[in-house]
């Protein structure tokens, strides 16, 4: 693997009508955002060999979105992604690093934006990075990491819909 994306899921509704945090759904603007994310994504020369996809509603729906701009790709629905931790998506992500030249990651929060920060510390990333990544990871946003030849993870990026005409950060 030579890049990886981690992906928030687009937007959501605040309750799904089963009741149940899975099933929530995307709302327009979170649709609207997943699309704009694909674009921006694949006009940047980002699109995934490989995509590990929580199986809940939201980021299935968002990918649904993205996969417009890439077209084929490898999906993998990983029913383990929701809501994981940033160590179980780290081990996806070691898991699969000899399985694509780009990988994306599409999940949660906490769990997606502690992830990131880690990769960001652990590649003495600059102070100006570290205090913009500590400020959030909204919703439909990613952060791009090179991979070097000893597997570590260093910063190329962090893309919201926000900058690119989107929704407001959140």
Not at 63 to 78: I, P, S, T
Not at 101 to 124: D, I, Q, R, W
Request: aromatic share 6%.
């Amino acid at each position: 693997m030579h890049r990886l994306i981690l992906m928030r899921h687009a937007k959501t509704e605040r309750a799904a009508a089963s009741g149940h945090d899975r099933d929530r759904a995307l709302t327009a603007r979170g649709r609207e955002d997943g699309l704009l994310m694909g674009r921006v994504l694949f006009e940047k020369g980002l699109r995934p060999d490989l995509a590990l996809v929580s199986t809940a509603t939201r980021t299935r729906q968002t990918w649904d979105l993205l996969q417009e701009a890439f077209g084929d790709v490898e999906v993998r629905l990983m029913p383990d992604l929701y809501n994981a931790t940033a160590d179980v998506i780290r081990r996806f992500v070691e898991g699969a690093e000899e399985e694509a030249g780009c990988l994306l990651v599409l999940a949660h929060n906490p769990g997606v934006h502690l992830l990131a920060h880690e990769y960001l510390v652990e590649s003495a990333a600059s102070p100006s990075v570290l205090d913009r990544m500590a400020a959030g990871f909204p919703t439909a946003a990613a952060a791009v990491f090179e991979v070097d030849v000893a597997g570590r993870c260093v910063y190329d990026g962090y893309l919201t819909p926000k900058a690119f005409g989107g929704g407001a950060d959140e």
